[in-house]
């Protein structure tokens, strides 16, 4: 049986954690920003000197890009300063990191999809902290899995494909950027991928991309959404080139999965995930 530990258990891919949570040879203890705050390390170490983990996933993370934006320190200090101490602790009690990352480490500038050892060069104070805290992991802990993820979602918590349901719900008209490239990907296949790591117990320690395969606009996968949904009218969502965001975001960022895959041949195509938790609202609805 083995322990983990999962910090920041009340975001979407913490919740979707806690979805998994009889599987089999895995005892999981949950923590929320209220019962663990990252950025004191003497929280953390209280919470690992007598428990004996054998993993700590960290959901743990500011993901708001724009406020990032304004909130600069904040999201350094949750994102990077906060990641450190858990690596910190992490090393002092022999506990294996999986921290999840993101593609917006990237500038988006490469035109094909970046692979673990690209030069990293993010465009914004989001991308920036996460890369810090990355760094830092490496920097204080050999064994560690950073896993770069991009455009997640889920059945849980506030995110992309929930607001576009409720916005179809309402028959409202959308307008959705064209101008960013990248690949949604479901937290289940994520959460997947992380049970895998922890079951298999021995894939090298390093960086990993995890996304679904393929890649699409914020357009493509809103229409995919409404496609699957089947309710309202998905003529009503409109692709835009003039969509304006604080923060500068990455117009390429779809991750190279050929290191991922040498070790887990699951990947589904961002297609049949967006089906597999559009299908998943609405039996939670029904």
Known sequence: MKRVIVL?????????????????AIKFSFFSRNEIDITDINSLTKNFKDADFDFCINCAAYTNVEA?????????????????????????????LIHISTDYVFDGKKGKPYTTTDHTNP???????????????????????IIRASWLYSLHGKNFLKTIISKIESEAT??????????????????????????VGNLPYGIYNFSAKGSTTWYGFAKEIAKNYKLGNSDKILPTDKYKTQAK??????????????????????????????KGYKISRS
Do not use: M
């Open 8 to 24: 920041g258990a009340n975001g979407q891919l913490g919740k979707t954690i806690k979805d998994f949570e009889k599987f089999e």
């Open 68 to 96: 990032a934006e304004r909130n600069v320190a904040e999201a350094f200090l949750i994102n990077a300063e906060g990641v450190k101490n858990i690596a910190e602790v992490c090393n002092s009690y022999k506990v294996k």
């Open 174 to 199: 959308l307008n959705i950027t064209t101008e960013e490239e990248g690949t949604p990907t479901s937290c289940i296949d994520l959460v997947t991928f992380i049970l895998y790591i922890i079951k």
């Open 249 to 278: 975001r990455p117009k390429f960022s779809v991750l190279n999965l050929n290191k991922t895959e040498e070790f887990y041949k699951e990947l589904r195509t961002w297609e049949e995930s967006v089906g597999v938790v559009v």
């Open 123 to 145: 465009i914004n104070q989001y991308g920036k902290s996460k890369l810090q805290g990355e760094l830092y992991i490496q920097e204080k802990l050999k064994e560690h899995y």
